[in-house]
């Protein structure tokens, strides 16, 4: 028979601060997708897996000092050394749905002062995510969330400076309308995550993958 254009899966970001619900929103997202027959995978930054997410681990439980810059480019080499498992899976049709990538890595490090290009570059030309989900969340709010207050960065005047970046950068997200997210119950924010994901999916079948920043 005639030759099926060959679809790829789609690379959908949720980013955010603190707390915002980025880890409940991404189980229950790629369950729904599962549930509903694409092909999907989850996967979260930093991957706290391999030999240079085992550093960065270390770092942010407060175990280990490291100097600003350097620490910067292991959370970006820990995207990068993630790219052939990325491109392969979403080559082949399978979809991911990502916790953090770079706009994390920029704004935390651009929190504590280094310059906004500088923290860009490393991240130039990695794999771009095809929509970016930012759950924007009051720092207030995050502040009564479980679990908050544990690992470095975890403080409320380094978060709102963070945020603060954040909001600065969603004019270089492909997000749609996404005020308030974290606001709303979990089922709200998770039944407008559902129709975007599938949205992108459909819509990125056929386009080709796009770098980073460039
Ligand atoms: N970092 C960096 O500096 N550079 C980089 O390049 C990257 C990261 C990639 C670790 O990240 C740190 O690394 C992070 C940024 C920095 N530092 N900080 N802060 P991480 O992703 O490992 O951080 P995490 O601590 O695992 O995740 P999180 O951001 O703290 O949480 P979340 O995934 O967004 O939220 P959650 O766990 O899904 O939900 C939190 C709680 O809220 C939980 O009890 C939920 O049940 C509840 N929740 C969730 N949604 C709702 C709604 N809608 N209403 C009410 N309650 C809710």
Redesign the pocket.
């Given at each position: 028979g005639p030759l099926q254009p060959l679809c790829r899966g789609a690379f959908i970001l949720l980013e955010?601060?603190?707390?915002?619900?980025?880890?409940?929103?991404?189980a229950k997202l790629v369950r729904k997708l599962k549930a509903r027959g694409f092909l999907v995978e989850h996967m979260?930054?930093?991957d706290?897996t391999t030999p240079i997410g085992n550093m960065?681990d270390a770092y942010?439980k407060s175990t280990k000092e490291l100097d600003d810059h350097a620490?910067?480019l292991l959370?970006?080499a820990?995207?990068w050394e993630c790219m052939a498992k990325m491109k392969k899976l979403l080559s082949s049709g399978t979809s991911i749905v990502v916790?953090?990538?770079?706009y994390?890595?920029?704004t935390?490090?651009a929190a504590k002062g280094l310059e906004l290009a500088w923290c860009k570059s490393p991240d130039i030309g990695l794999l771009a995510p095809d929509v970016t989900l930012f759950?924007d969340l009051p720092i207030c709010e995050a502040g009564k969330?479980?679990?908050?207050g544990?690992?470095?960065?975890?403080n409320e005047d380094f978060?709102r400076n963070?945020r603060g970046l954040f909001l600065d950068m969603k004019h270089d997200m492909t997000v749609g309308d996404i005020q308030n997210y974290?606001?709303?119950?979990?089922d709200?924010?998770h039944g407008e995550l559902v129709a975007s994901a599938i949205e992108t999916i459909k819509k990125c079948a056929t386009l080709p993958l796009k770098d980073l920043w460039k």
């Open positions: 955010g601060c603190d707390r915002a619900g980025k880890s409940t929103q991404a979260r930054f930093p706290r960065i942010l620490v910067h959370f970006s820990n995207r916790e953090r990538y770079a994390s890595g920029v935390f490090s759950l969330r479980e679990g908050f544990e690992e470095r960065y975890e978060q963070v974290a606001r709303k119950t979990i709200e924010i």
